[in-house]
């Protein structure tokens, strides 16, 4: 019993040892040498601060900027309340909630479809892309708060539009927070 209890404490130790503390050493150590970038959570620094992540969406509210899905995650896009809603489609507080946010949008852009991404959650709540379609679809909307002629404001947004990956994984997207930044660069260019 005693030699079955010591053998059972050492392996306890041991694999507590190599898998608790020196294998994430390990593997941090090795993503820090061969992708810094993604390891560090792929943050965006501008004039020496921190301004976000080009893998977690963030609210943009203006109408100078381009808008995010919308975020069902905490009190929005906070990454510790990661998840979405977890509403059915048949649920009131749902449906007023995206009624509520299609009228919002066509009061800006009267006789155009709402494109579905802009009124519905993603699963995680952080997503930082929206469609293609979504972009183009502000584009009248953030041309006018910002006195740009709307093709140049669609020629921006079409040159931000990422492909699927290995050109067959996911949808093209277009990553928000870059776009806004490369709109608040195309302004002060100017």
Known sequence: MKSTLNIAIRYTLV?????????????TGLAQ????????????????????S????QGFTSDRYFH???????SGY????????????????LE????????????????????????????SGLDPDISPEGALYQVPVVAAARHLPEATVRALVESHIEG???????????????????LDQLASAK
Do not use: C, H
């Not at 906070?78 to 507080?93: C, E, M, T, V």
């Not at 009624?99 to 699963?123: F, H, Y």
């Open 15 to 27: 694999t507590t040892v190599l898998l608790g503390i020196v294998y994430p050493l390990v593997v």
């Open 33 to 52: 040498l061969t992708m810094k970038n993604k390891a560090n959570g792929q943050l965006i620094v501008q004039d020496g601060q921190v301004i976000g």
């Open 54 to 57: 080009a893998i977690i969406g």
């Open 68 to 74: 995010s899905r919308p975020s069902a995650a905490g």
């Open 78 to 93: 906070d990454a510790q309340n990661s998840g979405g809603s977890n509403l059915a489609q048949s649920n009131k507080a």
């Open 96 to 123: 007023t909630r995206i009624d509520s946010d299609v009228a919002a949008w066509q009061k800006k852009i009267p006789g155009k479809p709402v494109p579905i991404g802009l009124v519905t959650t993603s699963g």
């Open 164 to 182: 699927r990956q290995l050109g067959f994984l996911g949808e093209p997207r277009v990553n928000v927070l870059e776009l806004n930044l490369a």
